[in-house]
C-alpha cells in the first residue's frame, strides 16, 4: 500500500475546497487502508480521490505519471463499479490543487471545473507555465 503518511492537512484542505467548488464531500469509513481519501457527487457523477503533496512545482501529466506512479497502480487495481471515477488531487509548494481523471490506460489533467473565488490556505497558482486551475485569483 501507498508509502508515508498521508497529508492530512492537504487532505482536509483538499475537503474544504470540493465543498467550495461546490462538490458534495462523502466521507467513506474503512477497517482496511483504501487507495482513496474521500469521496466527492458533482452534477451526477461520484469521484473517489486521492490526494498527494508534492515538493516542486510539477504539475504535467508526464511528471504525474512518474511522480505519483504507486498511488495511480494502486488507483488502478481497484475494482469500481461503472460509473465511479477515479481522481488524483495534486498539491504543491504554490498551494495550487491540480485535478487528474485516472483511467485504466491514461491519465488526463481536469480543467473543466472552473472555481470562483480566492483560494483556500494560500495565496499563490503555480509558476511559470505550471499554473494551478483555471478561475484562480491571483494573488494582488
Not at 56 to 80: D, H, K, M, W
Not at 100 to 127: A, K, M, Q, S, V
Amino acid at each position: 500500500m501507498t508509502r508515508g503518511v498521508r497529508p492530512v492537512a492537504g487532505i482536509r484542505d483538499a475537503k474544504r475546497r470540493a465543498t467550495a467548488w461546490g462538490f458534495a464531500v462523502i466521507e467513506l469509513v474503512m477497517e482496511a487502508k483504501a487507495p482513496f481519501d474521500f469521496a466527492v457527487h458533482y452534477r451526477g457523477s461520484t469521484s473517489l480521490v486521492r490526494v498527494r503533496r508534492l515538493k516542486l512545482n510539477a504539475y504535467r501529466v508526464e511528471t504525474i505519471r512518474i511522480s505519483c506512479a504507486q498511488e495511480i497502480r494502486e488507483f488502478r487495481e481497484l475494482a469500481l463499479p461503472e460509473g465511479i471515477a477515479r481522481e488524483l488531487w495534486v498539491r504543491g509548494p504554490q498551494r495550487a490543487w491540480h485535478r487528474y481523471r485516472i483511467e485504466r490506460e491514461t491519465i488526463e489533467e481536469i480543467t473543466d471545473l472552473l472555481p470562483t473565488g480566492p483560494p483556500i490556505g494560500g495565496t499563490g497558482t503555480g509558476t511559470g507555465e505550471e499554473k494551478g486551475l483555471p478561475g484562480q485569483m491571483q494573488p494582488g
